[in-house]
């Protein structure tokens, strides 16, 4: 139980372009999603918190027209990368909470975005 | 907000030997700390948890131990084998209702065969 799928696993695009990032959990119903950032041999940083139905809170410092979450059902966040340029180049993982049962964030496998 | 500050950043270990990787965290509020560990270009997996009111936790060969007062836990792996090698982070959060988690900086375990 508890898995968390990512799509895509990898993506590259052009500058300026945007990118949409899903998040699904499979087999539990996620009221909380997080969004990680991790830059090569470096930990996660954390971007924003997602909850269904309402709006992503975001972190200090991370630009949240440029990193839009949409949290629209209890197994969907979507994560979308706008106007990217190269800098935005990175590994973006998300992970999912079941509910009130549990605190334990269980991850997806990752997208790892190229930005030409 | 926290700050968990996690050592060895690097540790080698010859197969068989036992590791050990510290972290210690900032804010006496944190009441839940799990382990991952993440194999290069995959997930972060949780392989063990703790929670403020135990101080110390067993599954198999992986423990972990609490010490509130201090404000640190740590991890240990005994009977290292090949497969432990990877990146393992430590983390902690303020549990239900704040289950946002602050990462350390994550520690290298290499298993030497």
């Known amino acids: 139980g508890a898995v968390v799928s990512q799509h895509p696993s990898w993506v590259i695009c052009k500058s300026g372009t945007s990118v949409k990032i899903e998040c699904r959990s499979l087999d539990f119903q996620a009221t909380t999603m997080f969004w990680y950032r991790q830059f090569p041999k470096q930990s996660l940083m954390l971007m924003a918190t997602?909850?269904?139905?309402?709006?992503?809170?975001?972190e200090q410092g991370v630009e949240k027209d440029k990193f839009l979450i949409n949290h629209a059902s209890l197994t969907l966040s979507t994560l979308t990368v706008t106007s990217a340029h190269p800098e935005d180049s990175s590994f973006y993982i998300c992970?999912?909470?079941?509910?009130?049962?549990?605190?334990?964030?269980?991850f997806g496998p990752g997208t790892r975005l190229t930005v030409l | 907000g926290e700050n968990v500050e996690q050592h060895p950043s690097t540790l080698s270990v010859q197969e068989g030997d036992s590791a050990v990787i510290k972290c210690t965290y900032s804010?006496?509020?944190?009441?839940?700390f799990p382990w991952y560990k993440q194999e290069l270009g995959k997930r972060p997996q949780l392989i063990i948890d703790?929670?403020?009111?135990?101080g110390e936790k067993k599954d198999q060969r992986i423990a972990v131990t609490l010490n509130k007062t201090a404000k640190h836990f740590s991890l240990h792996i005994t009977e290292t084998q090949p497969e432990d090698s990877a990146v393992y982070f430590c983390a902690a959060s303020f549990g239900f209702g704040n289950e946002k988690l602050t990462f350390g900086t994550g520690t290298r375990l290499t298993i030497i065969p």
């Open positions: 703790i929670r403020s009111n135990v």
């Open positions: 997602s909850n269904e139905g309402s709006k992503a809170t975001y």
């Open positions: 804010d006496s509020a944190s009441n839940y």
């Open positions: 992970s999912a909470m079941g509910g009130r049962a549990t605190d334990t964030q269980y």
